[in-house]
């Protein structure tokens, strides 16, 4: 949303009137709405538009009569050389007479997260940022970005940018070797690790374990992450097997908020046997136990980790 409204600013105004045509308000100034809005019916001075922008407004959650009115007087008649730019951290409420109002003259951007698990959509981003920023990658690279990166659009663009400096307006793809040694990983988490006990990578496993320690994650945080994961897997599973076809009957089995996210889900477990995912739950709530005891955490994880792997190494 930032790379967004700064794009915004660079179209509308002339740099050297910047100061004179570019204004914001806070929702916590009062009256920022009614503010904003006559400071949009101002013609520009110089060169270049106007731009006002009200940052992180409610008026698409909560809007009063009088703002109401005066978004209604305003809007139908905003100078064609002064743009009004609204932001928001809350979806928009399609209910209210606000948003239905706005809907007649603003064009809406959403900039929602991608899910971690929609690979092809973070693919998809990483390929869209480096075309922004000016670096060329090749498959491989984007990949390592992804897992890199994950889902966090601000460390993209700035792991991008250090390879743009390191590439020196060169043509040629950066190798996966020096994006590697560049870019370090940092999105290792539970999710990783659940992810590597279910394909029986013990290396990568407790690899992943190692650098979710040093990173100073719970144990205990780890472990529910890894119960929490199993049983949506087992759920999902035992959902197929009995021949269960609708996501939504799926999702609310197992307790997923997102219906979209059986698809991923059932990839997931493709490979996987019911057995094998029952196995898998007296072994975390056993580590459970052991870490709430008080045995040593290192020990303990690493033990059921391989334990884990070992039980989906087997066909």
Known sequence: ??????????????????SFNYTSFSQDQADAVIQGLNQV?????????????????????????NTLTELQRTLPVIPENSFLLLTSSN????????TKLLKKFAEFREFPVIPPWKTELLVQCVNQAAQAVGVKLTA?????????????????????????????????PLDASIVNQLVKNTTQN????????????????????????????????IVATL????RT??????????????????????????PNRIYYL?????????????ASLPLLLDLEVSLKQGTSETIALQTKVIELCQVFRRS
């Open 41 to 65: 019916m101002t013609p520009p001075f110089g060169s270049g538009g106007r731009l006002v922008c009200l940052e992180n407004t409610n008026i698409c959650q909560n809007c009063v009569d």
């Open 227 to 230: 119960i929490g994961q199993f």
């Open 140 to 172: 491989n690279t984007v990949d390592i970005l992804v897992e890199a990166v994950g889902n966090d659009t601000r460390l993209l663009y700035n792991e991008l940018e250090k390879l743009r400096l390191y590439a020196g307006g060169s043509n040629q």
């Open 91 to 98: 979806k928009p409420d399609e209910r209210l007479k606000s």
């Open 190 to 221: 539970s999710l990783q690790l659940a992810a590597a006990i279910r394909t029986g990578d013990t290396a990568k496993a407790l690899a992943t374990l190692t650098d979710l320690l040093g990173a100073c994650e719970p144990p205990l945080r």
């Open 233 to 258: 897997w087992l759920w999902v599973k035992i959902m197929i097997e009995s021949g269960e076809r609708n996501q939504q009957a799926i999702a609310k089995a197992a307790e997923i908020g997102n």
């Open 1 to 18: 949303m930032e790379k967004a409204i700064a794009l915004v600013r660079d179209r509308v105004l002339d740099p050297q009137w910047t």
């Open 266 to 278: 059932q990839k997931e477990v493709n490979t996987l046997s019911v057995q094998q995912l029952i």
